[in-house]
T-cell receptor, first 114, second 112 residues
Framework: NAGVMQNPRHLVRRRGQEARLRCSPM?????VYWYRQLPEEGLKFMVY????????ESGMPKERFSAEFPKEGPSILRIQQVVRGDSAAYFC????????????FGQGTRLTVV | QKEVEQNSGPLSVPEGAIASLNCTYSDRGSQSFFWYRQYSGKSPELIMFIYSNGDKEDGRFTAQLNKASQYVSLLIRDSQPSDSATYLC????????????FGTGTRLKVLA
């Protein structure tokens, strides 16, 4: 019974490159949430997706960041032209339905921009 | 005003004592409340959730919810050094999209 799977666990990118973070939700879960966490800080909401739909992207920076959750395959968080300030842990969580249910987290991707 | 507020701590308690962690929220219509534990360098793991006013117990953990006061707490009985972690409170709001909003967490230290 696999949990939420994120890969890669660690990602190093040079400034200006693209970063692609992947998240496969738990079996039976069709709702995915992405969060960013800086050291010693809380989880900051980025985007909430359901299969083929972006439900809420109010936490996403206007530029360079995008997310998708296709009908088949994992959810992808894409960061174009990365800058040092993008270095953080990015966590994905999934839930089986919208509202009044628990969300479970993956192990996270730690992005380092050099 | 932050949507979900927690005292950052650290909260230090001796082994065997009761640790009390508190959280307040601003959205009066919030329906669901969650407590997660996060060890340093690890991902958040769900401890428990509560939807109704009152207490909910699960082993050594008790969640307490008071919607009128917009307050939710987590009690850890018989605290162990292994409970030392950051505890995150999350609230699911009613502003249409049902996303989980997290507080900044309270760091708990259980002293052996």
């Amino acid at each position: 019974n696999a949990g939420v799977m994120q890969n890669p666990r660690h990602l190093v990118r040079r400034r200006g490159q693209e970063a692609r973070l992947r998240c496969s939700p738990m079996k039976g879960h069709s709702h995915v949430y992405w969060y960013r966490q800086l050291p010693e800080e809380g989880l900051k909401f980025m985007v909430y997706l359901q299969k083929e739909n972006i439900i809420d992207e109010s936490g996403m920076p206007k530029e360079r960041f995008s997310a998708e959750f296709p009908k088949e395959g994992p959810s992808i968080l894409r960061i174009q032209q990365v800058v040092r300030g993008d270095s953080a842990a990015y966590f994905c969580a999934s839930s089986p339905q919208r509202g009044n249910t628990e969300a479970f987290f993956g192990q996270g991707t730690r992005l380092t921009v050099v | 005003q932050k949507e979900v507020e927690q005292n950052s701590g650290p909260l230090s308690v001796p082994e065997g004592a009761i640790a009390s962690l508190n959280c307040t929220y601003s959205d009066r219509g919030s329906q669901s409340f969650f407590w997660y534990r996060q060890y340093s360098g690890k991902s958040p793991e769900l401890i428990m959730f509560i939807y109704s006013n009152g207490d909910k117990e699960d082993g050594r953990f008790t969640a307490q919810l008071n919607k009128a006061s917009q307050y939710v707490s987590l009690l850890i009985r018989d605290s162990q050094p292994s409970d030392s972690a950051t505890y995150l409170c999350a609230v699911m709001g009613t502003s249409g999209t049902y996303k989980y909003i997290f507080g900044t967490g309270t760091r708990l230290k259980v002293l052996a």
